[in-house]
């Protein structure tokens, strides 16, 4: 079984480097492969079980994208073929149509789904978000520039009761398509969301998938999602 890791160096802000470290820990047994900026992916020339990016800044957002555009079918040959992908944070934003900045310029993404995302440096969002995906409880946080538009009502990838979804007026949150998972949820995700981290584990072709620490991990999620539908301050 083979991950690749897109852009560690760039890609590793609010944690999400952890949801790698979680899961060499449920998979020990798997290879996992770090690409840099300079690096040619592994997906470009062979075909890795699973891709994975995480939350990175706004600059990094665009060499990423200048990064990947050689390589645009390809990646999208990976979605459309099966291959498990899961960006999270502000990564997903590359693989949408384009980025408005505060200025009104537009940075164009790869454009592999129908959705753009409005950067505004002087307007953090921050929000806990408490959903749902597959039966279970989703949680996570949001602390973000950006709010992301477009029609997800179809494929979306939580249903979310507190907090918000793509944009502060949206309860969808991310794209969920075949075995695509894009969302802007970090914490990192998968140390947060064991269930979650099992259903992956599980299209990776893990019979009986049980994540790692789960009997610490499940009493660390209940407890979570008790505090957040408690919590009387959501968002900021």
Known sequence: MQIEVLYPEQCSLFGDSGNIRYLKKCLPDAQFISTSLNDTPAFVTGSPDMIYMGACTEKSQEKIIKCLTPYRDRLKAMIDGGRVVLFTGNAPEVLYKYIEKDSGERV????LFDLYAKQRLFERYNSLVLGSFGGHELVGFKTQFTQVYGDNSRDFFAKVERGSGINKESMLEGIHVGNCFLTSLVGPLLVMNPY???YIMGLLGVSDP???FREQSL????NRVTDLRECKCVTE
Do not use: N, R, S
Request: hydrophobic share 30%; aromatic share 14%; net charge negative.
């Open 108 to 111: 164009e993404g790869l454009g």
């Open 196 to 198: 979650f981290t099992e």
């Open 219 to 222: 009493k660390a999620y209940e």
């Open 210 to 212: 049980k994540c790692a």
